[in-house]
């Protein structure tokens, strides 16, 4: 006999499925939930909040001339771009173009960002999801970040010395990078990324069939950011984590029915966790025992069924993140349809791939902990925290006392569950991926924001909750709306990041320009000269606040014009920008910065340009023309 739910899933009358009578989910369900959670009880919620709120706001207080404690880089979703916040404070300081176009920057308009974004293949939009920060034994070292592209399959490096992107690489033979871990141990050699989806292959339009379609895990060197290697694998790939040893990474699969329908990809109760032998892996690729595939040069190994270089863990069900203890003991891979989260011991691993312990003798808890379980995080002190989509919760649980538990003992692993608002996906507390863990902050990132801000039309904000976890209890102390779509955010102590206030004369970023103006004969630095070239014409100029070097200049209509300009101040903060008028050109020149633009002139007259960033009292004043004669 069955009965319903609140949720309206059907349930065994007895409870007898081993977890409890919310086990499973369907579609129906979770479609049912998010709707109720739209419905009332929300002002409750806020009311109840709001006084806890007052308490700990104090703490996140940062005053007129303070400097918040981490840097928090959040992804920018849909958006494209990827964003800088100071926590506790919450406050955006910077954003860094990568995906998208950015008319302040010039970002998609520049030749130097062109020249990243690849000219061949270039699109307008991008899909970040998952940003991390490059780590030297474990801990954070400040050189890079790394960003996925979910939407154009590809994979971005920024340098956080000057927080701009600068190495945009397409992962050849996939569709649509997800999951984006680093190596953490010994250091960053390696970024490891999921392609989301079975494609044939060759996908040239023979065979349609899921039979003959697979995905690909992948390695870029994070040094050259060329493609290492690339793993066949079964199923799909969701999200990714790496270990503390150097030698696993581990990934989630929800599609392991291989379906390209919805009620398909529920089929199975469990689907699985996919661990990956790093050292296997580079020794098949060291050994020749690689494929090729297409026009592409990258190795490829078969990391499919009985292969030496992968288990597949079963683990319920359509899991989606996974993401390792900062102990570095444990992968745990959150069930999302299941309510359970499956905590994997990496020291276990050795024997799993030596074929001494079955597959599922790797799981050592399975806690149940609420509906929809996505991510979880770590305060370094013993405890997971996983967001709970459906029940728009977090979950606080004790690691050893799950496992205490899953050996049949009666404790109870569940510290706490918070209301948060609402509908979270990513969760991540401070330094949590890192040995450092320190367990202070912790940030939510919710999917739905309804009624926490101020109504602007159908189109919502996304709500970033900040938590204080330094104690017993999580304190809800912050709600930041953010643009679509920050799934996950990083947070990096801020004396881990060392920035430059100008830029040095030699930094590759501009090196392009440099190459040119040395065989033009220029010397970009005090140079302000117009060479024709053909029909090509490239300007120098440099600029001093409120003055560019060339108040004029002259072209032919129909040249194709290249503008150089260096900024020659050397102040912190004092940026200048070019904006030809009418000509869909605009770009940031900060101090001691070259940057260049290539547009055609193609309308006789004068066109005045001015610079667009403000820079001095006469900054109005900084301005010039371009005369464009009939051709
Ligand atoms: Cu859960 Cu892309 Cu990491 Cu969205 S992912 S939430
Ligand atoms: Cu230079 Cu404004
Ligand atoms: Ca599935």
Redesign the pocket.
């Known amino acids: 006999m069955k009965k319903k739910d609140e949720l309206g899933t059907e349930v065994a009358e007895n409870g007898e499925s081993g977890l409890s009578r919310r086990r499973f989910l369907g579609a129906t369900a979770l479609a049912g939930a998010v709707g109720a959670a739209g419905l009332g009880g929300a002002v409750m919620t806020r009311e109840s909040f709001a006084a806890a709120a007052k308490e700990a706001q104090n703490k996140i207080h940062v005053g007129p001339g303070e400097l918040d404690e981490y840097y928090g880089f959040w992804s920018g979703?849909h958006q494209g771009e990827v964003r800088v916040l100071g926590v506790p404070s919450m406050r955006e300081i910077m954003r860094i173009p990568v995906f998208n176009v950015d008319s302040a920057t010039g970002w998609g308009i520049t030749n130097e960002s062109k020249d990243i974004l690849g000219r061949d293949k270039t699109y307008l939009n991008g899909d970040c999801?998952?940003p991390h920060v490059s780590m030297t034994d474990g801990r954070y070292d400040g050189k890079y970040l790394f960003i996925?592209d979910?939407a154009n399959t590809r994979v971005a490096r920024i340098r956080l010395d000057i927080m701009k992107c600068d190495k945009i690489t397409h992962i050849p033979n996939v569709q649509a990078i997800?999951?984006l871990r680093l190596q953490k141990v010994p250091h960053t050699k390696y970024v490891f990324c999921n392609a989301e989806y079975m494609i044939p292959h060759p996908n040239d339009g023979s065979d349609f069939s899921m039979e003959n379609s697979y995905t690909m895990f992948n390695a870029l060197d994070a040094e050259t950011m060329e493609v290492a290697w690339q793993v066949i694998v079964d199923g799909n790939l969701?999200?990714t984590d790496a270990d503390y040893t150097g030698k696993y990474a581990a990934s989630t699969c929800y599609n392991s029915e291989k379906a390209t329908d919805l009620a398909g990809t529920m089929r199975n109760d469990r689907d699985w966790v996919v661990v990956f032998n790093i050292e296997r892996i580079e020794e098949a690729v060291k050994n020749g025992d690689f494929k090729t595939l297409g026009d592409s040069k990258v190795p490829v190994v078969d990391g499919r069924g009985k292969s030496r270089l992968t288990r597949y863990i079963p683990v319920p069900k359509n899991p989606?993140?996974v993401n390792t203890s900062p102990d570095g003991k444990y992968f745990i891979a959150a069930g999302k349809l299941s309510p359970t989260c499956s905590v994997i011991a990496i020291d276990k691993l050795d024997d799993v791939f030596d074929d001494k312990i079955e597959l599922r003798d790797v799981i050592v808890a399975e806690p149940e902990l609420g509906l929809g379980p996505?991510?979880t995080t770590y305060d370094g002190r013993g405890n997971a925290y996983t967001?709970l989509f459906i029940d728009s919760q977090v979950a606080k649980w004790n690691i050893a006392d799950a496992i205490k538990h899953y050996n049949g003992e009666k404790v109870n692993y569940l510290r706490q569950k918070l209301d948060v608002h609402y509908q979270?996906?990513?969760n991540h507390a401070s330094l949590t991926e890192s040995r450092d863990a320190d367990g202070k902050w912790l940030v939510v990132?919710s999917?739905f924001s309804k009624d926490r801000f101020l109504p602007v039309g159908p189109l919502h904000p996304e709500n970033d909750q900040l938590i204080d976890i330094s104690g017993e209890e999580m304190k809800l102390v912050h709600d930041g709306p953010a643009f679509a779509?920050p799934?996950?955010c990083i947070l990096v102590r801020r004396d881990q990041i060392k920035t430059k206030k100008v830029y040095t004369r030699d930094d590759p970023y501009f090196a392009g320009a440099r190459a040119q103006a040395e065989k033009d004969g220029v010397t970009l630095e005090s140079d302000n000269k117009v060479i024709r070239d053909g029909n090509k014409v490239r300007v120098y100029m440099t600029s001093v606040a409120p003055m560019f070097g060339l108040n004029e200049f002259k072209v032919k209509q129909g040249d194709e014009v290249t503008v150089y300009v260096t900024n020659q101040d050397t102040i912190e903060d004092v940026t200048h920008g070019f904006c030809m008028v009418n000509h869909g050109v605009s770009m940031e020149i900060s101090p001691q910065q070259t940057s260049s633009v290539t547009f055609v002139a193609d309308r006789p007259g004068v066109h005045w340009y001015y610079c667009n960033w403000f820079c001095h009292a006469l900054h109005m004043e900084m301005t010039g023309r371009m005369l464009v004669e009939k051709a």
Request: aromatic residues 0%; glycine residues 18%; proline residues 5%.
């Open positions: 979703g999801h998952h996925n979910k997800h999951g969701d999200n989606h993140g996505l991510h967001t979270p996906g990513h990132l999917k779509e799934h996950d």
